[in-house]
């Protein structure tokens, strides 16, 4: 019997020490990645704070006020270092264009089409909050330069941005039930054309949404009930933050008076927020008493996993009208699911759908293997490996991640990819093993966390899910149909963009 007590306590004492070891892990891991629960959740953080940064260019091609609040202090600083880094190796090496980027915020830092009025800083003047000292050019040289770079055409955009912005699209098309101006790019006709002959579509769906900002910044019909599926953690740091920002979050809510009353730290701490506090500017509340005011008609946020089935009855629960038309956005989210997961996703979301509806995603293309005799030809044990899928799998991770295949190394692609390629608050291992993490520094990867990639055509892949295709190319096809010029040199790439609509 008293062995039997030993025994007893013994087992309850490891139980014990594995709920501490556990407690203390996980705690670990949110401080390490700024409070989040993995480095995936932290990548919405730096994505939020590439777009911050382009909101501060005076040509920026997106403009999202509120990016810079919720990205946290850490990633912006991450951002700011890498953007700050490569203005002055620009300045360094590329002659007088360069010069006059860094002096007058005109480079290549970031991309998008012209939608702020106000002048801003330049990403390295962000990084010290006051005006940093570019290499100054006599004034002939410098309206020399200036005028080059107007001739040159607008400013070349990158993977990130023209990503945000082709979805940005989507949503104004479809509310707007085809009459957004974004319907004439030829990437969206398509698509404008399906919704002209559809019901208004008045419900948006955002899937893995992270800390996007799309309610408070475009503008949308009236009645748009938006919903936005993400992890806890990140739907949890997002509702805090925009509250700390003075963001509504109800429709036909006031803001605590006590809110009014304080500085608000998340509503804009880049260069121009700062200057217009030392020029004692307060912030400017909406109509509805807010900073930021909802410009949808609704906003929920639903914490689910998406990896498991019967996810869509927390929406449905949330008030999602499944008789109604919807439109799914799944902004940088397949990649992350397994094969399995990604079929029974879209599956479930067009059971979850009414006539009408649309979806648009981010997709990975895998390339095509290598025919056997290509391989042989080369003579070369190594190029035989070319054909292999493992191979296959790490040449296309290599061209879906990186905006540029041959972009030059002081060029801001390498911010612009800050999703891809991220510099995380501290170094170290997750879960107990090693994840994309570089020997000898605390840069971490996100593409080690990449599951899935199109093996293959995409439109034959949406079919098989419901969803019938309308627009599939890759995101450089993508800026051409724009009109612009893509950040880098590169000719090929393996992430695409795809619209949809249900069958």
Known sequence: MRALRVVSVGVGTIAVVELLRRAVLARWARRKFCGLDSLVSFSACVIAARRAFETELPDAYICDPLAEGLCGKEALEACRKRLAASERKRGDGAGPAAATGAATGTGSASDGTATSSQPAATPATAANGAATTAPQLPATELQAAQDKDAAAGPRPISRLIIRTKFFDDVASIVTWQGAAAAAAVPCHAPLAAVCRAAAACRQVVLLGSGLDSRPWRLALPPGVAWFEVDRRDVLAAKTRRLGEMGAQTRAHSRPPAALQMQPLPGAGNGAVAQQGQQQGQQPQWGQQGYVHPLKAGSWECVAVDLQHRGWSRGLLRAGLDPAQPVCWILEGLLYYLEERDVRALLQEAASASGPGSVLAASIIQAPPALPAASATDSGSPSASSVATPTAAAAAASAAAASPSTSAAPGT?????????????????????????????????????????????????????????????????????????????????????FTSAKLV
């Open 412 to 496: 801001p692609s390498a911010a612009a990819a800050a999703a891809a390629d991220m510099r995380a608050p501290s170094g170290g291992k997750a879960g107990g093993k090693d994840v994309g993490k570089d020997k000898g520094s605390a840069s971490w990867n996100v593409r080690s966390e990449f599951k899935w990639r199109c093996e293959g055509g995409v439109p034959e892949f949406l079919a098989e899910c419901g969803w019938s295709a309308l627009w599939t190319e890759s995101w450089l096809q993508t800026v051409q149909s724009y009109g612009l010029t893509p950040e880098g040199a590169s000719t090929a790439s393996g992430v695409y």
